[in-house]
């Protein structure tokens, strides 16, 4: 054992493995010498010139015992014993250090927190082979001795390690929200603006999107193509009469300038009236009348001085099937070249349109075409189109919603309910006017009793002028036919009223033969009758 401090020599003492050899007796450890101002102390300066102050340099740090590795023994530093200063890994044992006398023991150094600031990192230890003891940890020779108080820069803390992720790295991710937080904000409130500059129109011209590439030509069928190959054949006729004008239609009938439209739109120029036709590209003429017929209410108008007329193809109105699609062509209300669409609603739709004469020589029969294509008035006397163009009826009348069936003389509108001349009816008698100024009309030879009010068609006890009902050697006296027969039925269709019997007998021509079915006293029997013709019209 040493003496004066019961050591036994040789042996080290606890926690002090690897030291540096101290002398032995008695010792203190020796306190860093704290440099003094370059000048004497001024009152009134300002640091680091003046009193010391909270910027004094600190006591030493008490760092914590090192963690040993797992499965090694580590001898914990003796009390009172200051931090290791990093060295080299000993290679030797270290001799032996005397401990500090009993009497004079050096309090342990309050603990400080650690601070976090730009300090140089302490190099670390290099790393002991797996095969080599841990030392025990070694307290630095002068902990005071690299500490200059009046060095630039920021605190320095002797044996103090930087802290990373304080509070400069809580400044960084405050940063980095609020950035991230504006950053929303910001696109929130461009994406507003934007909207409402755009919904405004705040900003530069508009440009609206417009479709590209539309075909020219359009299939021969539509309605497109229907129009355009029958509009230059249709011309719109204004006509004015001592008493009365008005607007109707017509078509090109052949090169040679003959025009059908309704007897009701060139009536009121029967008596030196006048009549101009206006055809689809602007030209306007003059129109004479040919011929008309108040009982089929058609009428034929020529024009001359125009060349390279396209008269309409016209079709079989036989063929017609109800649902087929149709155009119709016409100036209603005077408004030129109007086309609308429908289909064909109904065949053989008995109407009577006129009436306006006391003597009802003005009553059209007509065995009429039912179509929901749009008709008013000024689409009279206008062609009713099939899908390939061909003329299948001349559009003659509508149903209004408050009378019956009216002429285009009415300012009635329309409802879907136009009626039209079948076309086979039309050429006959279309022909007749052109080539003998008249039309005929095929006849039974009988006089009907209009009034009668029960279901079917009454022949009437006496004609009008007090003569036979039945016409002698007529079509109907020689079928048999008496006054007072009761005819039901034509064709096997039946028969309502006196005037859909004329509808009927008028759907033909002179010389056609017809299967009428009589009822007589209780009994009903079918009788045949070879149409004649009317002697005047």
Avoid: C
């Amino acid at each position: 054992m040493d003496e004066g401090n019961g050591v036994p020599q040789g042996a080290e003492p606890e926690g002090a493995a690897g030291a540096e050899p101290m002398p032995e007796g008695d010792f203190e450890l020796a306190k860093p010498e704290r440099p003094s101002p370059l000048h004497e102390p001024d009152p009134y300066s300002t640091p680091p010139y003046g009193e010391p102050g909270p910027w004094a340099p600190a006591p030493p740090v008490q760092h914590p015992v090192a963690t040993p590795a797992q499965g090694t023994l580590m001898t914990p530093p003796a009390v009172g014993a200051v931090p290791p200063e990093p060295a080299p890994a000993p290679t030797a044992p270290a001799a032996p250090i005397p401990p500090a006398p009993p009497t004079a023991p050096i309090p342990p150094a309050p603990p400080i927190a650690p601070i976090a600031s730009a300090l140089p990192p302490v190099p670390a230890a290099p790393p002991a082979s797996a095969s080599a003891p841990l030392s025990a940890w070694q307290p630095p020779a002068d902990p005071w001795g690299r500490y200059d108080p009046w060095a630039a820069g920021p605190l320095q803390q002797p044996g103090a390690v930087a802290v990373h992720g304080g509070r400069r790295t809580r400044r960084r991710r405050a940063a980095l929200g609020w950035t991230l937080a504006l950053v929303l904000v910001a696109a929130g409130l461009g994406g507003l603006v934007g909207g409402y500059v755009e919904r405004e129109g705040i900003g530069g011209e508009v440009t609206l999107p417009q479709a590209k590439g539309v075909p020219a030509g359009r299939a021969p069928d539509s309605v497109a193509g229907i129009a355009a190959r029958a509009l230059p054949s249709v011309v719109t006729l204004h006509v004015s009469g001592s008493d009365e004008e008005g607007t109707g239609t017509g078509f090109v009938l052949d090169d040679r300038g003959h025009i059908l439209t309704n007897n009701h739109v060139v009536a009121p120029a029967a008596s030196g009236g006048k009549i101009s036709a206006t055809f689809s590209d602007g030209t306007s003429v003059k129109a004479t009348v040919v011929g008309r017929d108040s009982g089929y209410d058609l009428a034929v108008v020529q024009v001359s001085g125009v060349h390279g007329l396209t008269p309409l193809t016209l079709g079989d109105s036989d063929d017609v099937r109800v649902g087929d699609p149709v155009v119709a062509i016409g100036a209603p209300f005077d408004l030129a070249n109007t086309v609308t669409a429908g289909i064909i609603s109904a065949k053989e739709r008995p109407i009577t349109a006129g009436g306006e004469k006391s003597d009802g020589s003005d009553v059209s029969y007509v065995d009429a075409l039912q179509t929901d294509a749009p008709i008013n008035p000024g689409n009279s006397g206008g062609p009713l189109l099939d899908s390939r163009a061909h003329v299948i009826g001349i559009n003659s009348a509508i149903r209004s919603a408050d009378s019956g069936a009216e002429t285009e003389s009415g300012q009635a509108g329309s409802i879907g309910l136009g009626f039209a001349i079948p076309v086979n009816q039309a050429k006959r008698v279309a022909e007749e006017l052109i080539n003998d100024g008249r039309a005929t009309h095929p006849v039974i030879g009988v006089d009907l009793d209009m009034g009668y009010s029960g279901d079917g068609a009454r022949v009437d006890s006496r004609a009008p002028d007090g003569g036979p009902a039945v016409v002698k050697g007529g079509p109907a006296e020689r079928a048999g036919l008496k006054a007072g027969d009761l005819i039901t039925g034509v064709d096997g269709e039946p028969v309502h009223t006196g005037a859909e019997l004329i509808v009927r007998i008028r759907a033909h021509q002179p010389g056609d033969r017809l299967r009428l079915t009589v009822e007589r006293g209780g009994t009903e029997r079918e009788v045949s009758v070879v149409l004649g013709t009317a002697e005047q019209n």
